[in-house]
């Protein structure tokens, strides 16, 4: 079983649509978890950093973070054809450890 | 956000042939540069995690002798795919933490490698 595992998609909404997607963990050493958006054919580009429980917002987008359910969520409002993107989320437990990774999830939002 | 740069981004080259893959990081220090693959609709794999001034540490099932890297400043870190085979043809990118981003991890945009 993966440490990280992330809803596979892909996932199709309208323009303006709010977009949740989710990653689960197994490892309670977790402390730190982000979420990346990678454009095809480029490296992954650092949406939200969070540590702990908690909500942190920036813009449309709302991370959210669930350690006593071992569950973080992205919240993408009022979608935009331009987010349409993989969003991985990431995890470590420690300031400079390496983080592991959920597989992905492809988000197309159509205009 | 911190910037981090890859040279080549693409890259076609012969069976055989050794290719170099430089990641630098522009406005900070890196003091941990990680390297992944990642194969077309999956997730990063990674490669290996590397400290300034010291080896690699690479993860299980990676071969340190085909995939070298270096990281000999703060600012660069290389890896060098040894002997290259088609199933090396992958999306190399690398990432970077340190200095002022000690606790984030910055990517750079990638380097897709195709063996002939």
């Known amino acids: 079983q993966k440490e990280v595992e992330q809803d596979p998609g892909p996932l199709s909404v309208p323009e303006g649509a709010i977009v949740s997607l989710n990653c689960t963990y197994s490892n309670s050493a977790f402390q730190y978890f982000m979420w990346y958006r990678q454009y095809s054919r480029k490296g992954p580009e650092l949406l939200m950093y969070?540590?702990?429980?908690g909500n942190k917002e920036d813009g449309r987008f709302t991370a959210q973070v669930d350690k006593s359910s071992k569950y973080i969520s992205l919240f993408i409002r009022d979608s935009q054809p331009s987010d349409s993107a993989t969003y991985l989320c990431?995890?470590?437990?420690?300031?400079?450890?390496?983080?592991?990774f959920g597989d992905g999830t492809t988000l197309t939002v159509k205009p | 956000g911190a910037v981090v740069s890859q040279h080549p981004s693409w890259v076609i080259c012969k069976s055989g042939t050794s290719v170099k893959i430089e990641c630098r990081s522009l406005?900070?220090?890196?003091?941990?540069m990680f390297w992944y693959r990642q194969f077309p609709k999956q997730s990063l794999m990674l490669m290996a995690t590397s400290n300034e001034g010291s080896k690699a540490t690479y993860e299980q099932g990676v071969e340190k002798d085909k995939f070298l890297i270096n990281h000999a400043s703060l600012t660069l870190s290389t890896l060098t795919v040894t002997s290259a085979h088609p199933e090396d043809s992958s999306f190399y990118i690398c990432s970077a933490s340190g200095g002022a981003a000690y606790n984030e991890q910055f990517f750079g945009p990638g380097t897709r490698l195709t063996v002939l």
């Open positions: 990431a995890m470590k437990g420690t300031n400079a450890g390496k983080s592991t």
């Open positions: 406005d900070f220090q890196a003091t941990t």
């Open positions: 969070t540590y702990s429980s």
